[in-house]
């Protein structure tokens, strides 16, 4: 099959964890770079990391790459790019843009420049003057930085994060792709505990599940590529059919979500019920200064309250303060906590074994790593 130029576009901080994701699907031949990675596949490609990826946002065809510091050189490049291999007929191409530390700032100026620039290649192969654009969509984005130009087409439609379970969204919700980035980066081995004891609406605990049994995150939704009669429709039925098969159906896992509020934990129950993971998770009303466990060598991954209103920050602090206090209580465990409050550290009564910084949304973050001890070692 012909080689594709393929982006797996990720928040800024995950594009490591991606590229690994990318690496474990057979994806090597990749180049790393800030908010996405590049890599090389085939149609298949576009099919199997659309169901896979579990922390990128998007994965986008790459049509062309080039220099652009002028109008005329964005029309001419852009027309000489090979848009009907993808295009057909009676596409509907609507065209985004985005200009960072370019000459060509207008994003406006420049989206109906490569607009205009397709229409042109397209009457050259169809033997057309107008196009109606009524049939399937693929949205094209123009993205310049630095006088750079990159063109790319949107294989994914919603973000990679709407998994499809989770319809209903309780406040200040942890994007799912931050949510399997956080159980990835702790290593959580599936046969011990985890708990997230500020669950609310259950992201985290259902993505280590999904994780666990080998779900694709992409099992129960569908993507704009989809209706791309330029892909072919047997290339997704393989990839949902291989997906399919790869669920691990056996294997038993001890996952708790708690919250102090109830309601919230009803939307849980609901989307990891959705998700198809309802029966490997216990979720509980309790308050994290009751957090107990006859377990040992568990794992906590959460995403507290940050405090981020003014009104707030005392009550995060107190919070955090009484998280280091729980911690003495389970020697053994591991915790792993992202906050953008700065003086984490130093509220929960300890330095972290190591910390990444993260963003939640548009929220810089870090991400506080505490290790507990080995269990081999005991």
Same mark, same amino acid.
Not at 27 to 37: A, I, L, P, S, T
Not at 177 to 203: E, H, I, N, Q, Y
Not at 224 to 242: D, H, M, N, V, Y
């Given at each position: 099959?012909?080689?594709?130029?393929?982006? =797996?576009?990720?928040?800024?901080?995950?594009?490591?964890?991606?590229?690994?994701?990318?690496?474990?699907?057979?994806?090597?031949?990749?180049?790393?770079? +800030?908010?996405?990675?590049?890599?090389?596949?085939?149609?298949?490609?576009?099919?199997?990391?659309?169901?896979?990826?579990?922390?990128? #946002?998007?994965?986008?065809?790459?049509?062309?790459?080039?220099?652009?510091?002028?109008?005329?050189?964005?029309?001419?490049?852009?027309? !000489?790019? /090979?848009?009907?291999?993808?295009?057909?007929?009676? =596409?509907?191409?609507?065209?985004?843009?985005?200009? $960072?530390?370019?000459?060509?700032?207008?994003?406006?100026?420049?989206?109906?420049?490569?607009?205009? !620039?397709? *229409?042109?290649?397209?009457?050259?192969?169809?033997?057309?003057?107008?196009?109606?654009?009524?049939?399937?969509?693929?949205?094209?984005?123009?993205?310049?930085?630095?006088?750079?130009?990159?063109?790319?087409?949107?294989?994914?439609?919603?973000?990679? @994060?709407?998994?499809?379970?989770?319809?209903?969204?309780?406040?200040?919700?942890?994007?799912?792709?931050?949510? =399997? !980035?956080?159980?990835?980066?702790?290593?959580?081995?599936?046969?011990?505990? &985890?708990? #997230?004891?500020?669950?609310?609406?259950?992201?985290?605990?259902?993505? =280590?599940?999904?994780?666990? &049994?080998? $779900?694709?995150?992409?099992?129960?939704?569908?993507?704009?590529?989809?209706?791309?009669?330029?892909?072919?429709?047997? %290339?997704?039925?393989?990839?949902?059919?291989?997906?399919?098969?790869?669920?691990?159906?056996?294997?038993?896992?001890?996952?708790?979500?708690?919250? @102090?509020?109830?309601?919230? &934990?009803?939307?849980?129950?609901? @989307?990891?019920?959705?998700?198809? *993971?309802?029966?490997?998770?216990?979720?509980?009303? &309790?308050?994290?200064?009751?957090?107990?466990?006859?377990?040992?060598? %568990?794992?906590?991954?959460?995403?507290? /309250?940050?405090?981020?209103?003014?009104?707030?920050?005392?009550?995060?602090?107190?919070?955090? @303060?009484?998280? %280091?206090?729980?911690?003495?209580?389970? /020697?053994?465990?591991?915790?792993?906590?992202?906050?953008?409050?700065?003086?984490?550290?130093?509220?929960?009564?300890?330095?972290?074994?190591?910390?990444?910084?993260?963003? +939640?949304?548009?929220?810089?973050?870090?991400?506080?790593?505490?290790?507990?001890?080995?269990?081999? +070692?005991?």
């Amino acid at each position: 099959m012909t080689k594709i130029d393929l982006i =797996a576009t990720a928040a800024f901080g995950l594009e490591a964890i991606v590229a690994k994701e990318l690496k474990e699907l057979g994806y090597k031949d990749q180049m790393v770079e +800030n908010g996405r990675v590049t890599f090389r596949g085939d149609e298949e490609a576009i099919c199997r990391t659309n169901l896979w990826l579990r922390s990128a #946002d998007r994965v986008l065809v790459k049509v062309g790459e080039f220099e652009a510091t002028t109008f005329d050189q964005l029309f001419e490049r852009t027309k !000489a790019l /090979p848009w009907p291999d993808w295009l057909p007929v009676d =596409a509907e191409f609507p065209v985004d843009g985005k200009s $960072i530390k370019s000459k060509l700032f207008s994003i406006s100026d420049c989206q109906a420049i490569v607009k205009k !620039a397709i *229409v042109e290649k397209m009457k050259q192969t169809y033997k057309k003057d107008w196009f109606d654009e009524t049939g399937p969509k693929y949205k094209i984005e123009v993205g310049l930085l630095k006088d750079r130009a990159t063109l790319t087409i949107d294989t994914s439609g919603a973000g990679l @994060h709407k998994r499809g379970y989770r319809e209903l969204t309780a406040q200040a919700p942890l994007r799912e792709t931050l949510a =399997a !980035a956080l159980v990835r980066l702790s290593k959580w081995p599936s046969d011990r505990v &985890l708990a #997230d004891p500020f669950c609310g609406s259950g992201t985290i605990p259902i993505e =280590a599940a999904l994780m666990a &049994l080998n $779900i694709a995150p992409g099992l129960k939704r569908s993507f704009i590529s989809e209706s791309w009669p330029t892909l072919s429709q047997k %290339g997704w039925q393989t990839a949902r059919e291989e997906a399919q098969d790869a669920i691990i159906q056996d294997r038993t896992l001890r996952l708790l979500g708690t919250d @102090h509020d109830e309601s919230v &934990l009803s939307l849980a129950r609901h @989307h990891a019920r959705k998700a198809g *993971v309802e029966s490997h998770i216990h979720f509980q009303q &309790l308050s994290f200064s009751d957090f107990r466990s006859r377990y040992d060598y %568990g794992y906590i991954i959460c995403n507290p /309250p940050y405090g981020e209103r003014m009104g707030e920050i005392r009550e995060a602090e107190e919070l955090y @303060h009484e998280m %280091g206090k729980v911690y003495v209580t389970l /020697p053994t465990w591991s915790f792993f906590v992202i906050t953008s409050h700065k003086e984490f550290e130093k509220l929960f009564g300890r330095p972290a074994n190591k910390k990444r910084k993260l963003y +939640n949304g548009r929220i810089e973050c870090n991400y506080y790593q505490y290790f507990g001890p080995d269990p081999t +070692n005991k």
